[in-house]
């Protein structure tokens, strides 16, 4: 990845009902010059994706008032085609239960707690990346 890549400032939505996750995201791309959006639920998350169209949606497949597959339901064909979903959740892979399109659209997935924060913030520029060539 080029530096000039890197340096895209990109928008990135962060959908999980912990607080402490918001706060980690906060954090980890404090010195960037990312947006930030931010929802405890899936409701909300949606239409903050509606508004703001970010580049890449981090997901959690457990939340309060609904999970991740649903969320990803709502999502059309054509909005997949510019934003990567990155899920995230405390249980290990086969324990989540995505349709076979959304396992398809998945851009990556890692579970809770984050031991490798520097690739997950890897992933997320690669994300933002991801349609802007």
Do not use: C, W
Not at 69 to 78: G, P, V
Request: hydrophobic share 40%; proline share 2%.
């Amino acid at each position: 990845m080029s530096e000039q890549e890197s340096k895209r400032e990109g928008k990135v939505l962060i959908v999980d009902d912990e607080e402490v996750i918001h706060k980690l995201f906060s954090k980890m791309f404090a010195a960037d010059h990312h947006k930030l959006l931010f929802s405890t639920n899936s409701s909300e998350g949606f239409f903050l994706f509606e508004d703001e169209r970010p580049d890449v949606i981090v997901l959690d497949y457990r939340m309060v008032g609904g999970n991740g597959d649903e969320f990803m339901e709502k999502i059309s064909d054509a909005q997949f085609e510019k934003t990567s979903v990155i899920m995230i959740s405390g249980h290990a892979v086969p324990d989540i239960d995505l349709s076979e399109r959304n396992k398809r659209k998945l851009f990556a997935y890692f579970e809770k707690p984050f031991f490798d924060i520097v690739k997950l913030k890897e992933t997320i520029e690669k994300g933002i990346n991801r349609y802007h060539h």
